[in-house]
């Protein structure tokens, strides 16, 4: 007894040292962090975050507390910022100093900090300075890569004809990821290709994504609600030790990575060092050059790990906002019908949509942009990082501080969006109806971490967009006044909700 006596004393004086240099930990973040909700011991503000749409939960914390708060995830403290003036003086007028890319142990857990999208340092700077001259040389904003998306907006055409007119999603996947092949591997996939749908059916039996396994969608949707995605950003040292399915996300990876690695090998067999076919000779050609620089990051890991980037951004963001943007067509008829008034008008039927057409053709152009800002694809954004002890909005964050620019409140920030919980073209048009820009428009981010990828999803949604309507219109089976425009799930990605549409042709 008396042993056990002694026991839960020194117990509970372990309890109280801990709890003891939490505060006092906390005290010191404190004087020098923005204000934010108390967080517990250990647990942070898990309490105070809700499961199912943390950023909802985010932009509640932030109507009390201000644009500039902090929040415990667990017992590590993140900088959050709401609202376009907060966002902005920190990824534009701070571009410098808000570069770094911040934490998110899921994604962490897989890469290492290796790969264009997710490295820091000199690392990221010569990574994402490649893959943009890269992009471009294999014609991210030229006619040559106009035309490949041409070709796989035709096919989904087609593959959509198949459907008899009830269409489900897995071309819209499909078309995306093969102008991302292109890119990459220097060829396209057909559909029935074995191998493409191979990738495609790991996860999703109604094929939505070629290669969910490694999209954000499916890093942050894979949990079930009885097991949020959230508790393994909180509690990495944990969470990494408990079964479960977000411990599956390392095999599907390692499916994709070993695919890559595959066309690499393919590649070096046949690499002509004058006369790269995509970017991974390019990257080939680019460490055969920097092989004697002990400082270059140019390896084989950040080569297949740089690609995978491509895929998360180049795959996932254009495939949803299509899909969520079809879904507003049917609950909005009347914008559909308006969008295909302006087509017929300025492209007709014999010919295929050309970018040059976008600035002849400004109510499209609008409820592009509409679809983006009301669909808010990345609401969180992904995290940042301050890279030097940083004066901001009245405080000092330290370095490597973990910054949430939530752009989705930038993207409905009333000050800029009248109704911003509405959908409504005319956000992007003026009084005599030209498009207009809207400098709250974050869709991409903004600063030294936009999405290097802007020109070929600006092109993409333009192109496929316009194609589709261009042959079908799109019903639902069911009263648009029905129809649901919640978020299938919402994390740092919003998933768009499973829908079926009718495809009729015109």
Not at 173 to 182: E, G, Y
Not at 275 to 289: A, G, H, Q, T, V
Not at 354 to 361: F, S
Request: hydrophobic content about 40%.
């Amino acid at each position: 007894m008396e042993l056990g006596g002694a026991g839960t004393l020194f117990l509970a004086a372990c309890v109280s040292c801990l709890i003891f240099l939490w505060k006092w930990k906390l005290q010191q973040q404190s004087n020098r962090l923005p204000p934010g909700p108390t967080p517990l011991p250990f647990l942070g503000n898990v309490l105070q975050l809700s499961w199912g749409d943390l950023f909802e939960s985010l932009i509640m914390l932030g109507e009390k507390y201000g644009p500039v708060f902090t929040v415990y995830l667990g017992p590590r403290p993140v900088v959050v910022l709401c609202g376009h003036k907060a966002v902005k003086q920190a990824l534009v007028d701070h571009a410098e100093k808000f570069s770094g890319r911040g934490r998110m142990p899921t994604l962490d857990r897989i890469f290492h900090g290796y790969g264009v999208i997710l490295a820091n340092g000199q690392r990221w700077k010569q990574l994402r300075q490649f893959s943009i001259t890269t992009l471009r040389n294999f014609g991210m904003g030229k006619r040559s890569l106009e035309e490949r998306i041409t070709e796989e907006a035709q096919c989904l055409v087609e593959e959509i004809r198949k459907t008899n007119g009830l269409w489900l999603f897995c071309p819209i996947s499909h078309t995306v990821a093969n102008v991302i092949c292109a890119i990459t591997f220097g060829e396209r996939f057909d559909y029935q290709d074995e191998k493409f749908r191979a990738q495609s059916s790991l996860r999703e039996p109604t094929l939505l994504r070629p290669f969910s396994f490694c999209s954000a969608n499916f890093l942050f949707s894979a949990l079930s609600p009885a097991f949020p995605p959230q508790l393994y950003e909180m509690f990495p040292s944990i969470m990494q030790f408990l079964p479960g399915p977000h411990n599956d996300v390392l095999q599907d990876v390692k499916v994709l990575h070993d695919f890559i690695i595959e066309r690499v090998q393919m590649n070096q067999k046949t690499l002509d060092l004058g006369c790269p076919r995509d970017y991974i000779d390019s990257f080939l050609i680019k460490m055969e050059e920097e092989k004697q620089n002990p400082l270059s990051e140019f390896n084989i890991k950040n080569l297949t790990l740089s690609a995978v980037h491509l895929f998360f951004g180049g795959t996932e963001m254009v495939s949803s906002t299509l899909r969520y943007g079809f879904l507003l067509l049917m609950k909005y008829p009347a914008i559909q019908e308006k969008v295909q008034k302006e087509i017929d008008c300025v492209i007709g039927q014999n010919r295929s949509p050309a970018t040059e057409d976008r600035g002849q053709m400004p109510y499209t152009h609008a409820v592009i942009h509409e679809i983006q800002r009301f669909s808010n694809i990345i609401p969180l954004g992904i995290p940042h990082a301050v890279i030097q002890d940083t004066q901001y909005w009245g405080y000092t964050l330290p370095k490597g501080t973990d910054v949430f620019c939530l752009l989705g409140s930038a993207l409905r920030d009333p000050q800029y969006f009248s109704n911003p919980e509405h959908f409504d073209p005319g956000n992007f048009l003026d009084e005599n109806g030209n498009f207009k820009k809207n400098e709250a428009f974050f869709a991409f981010s903004s600063g030294k971490r936009v999405c290097l990828g802007e020109g070929l999803a600006r092109m993409e949604l333009f192109l496929v967009f316009t194609t589709i309507l261009q042959h079908f219109t799109l019903k639902s089976p069911i009263d648009p006044q029905e129809i649901n425009l919640t978020p299938k799930a919402s994390g740092f990605w919003n998933i768009p909700p499973g829908y079926k549409l009718c495809a009729c042709p015109r």
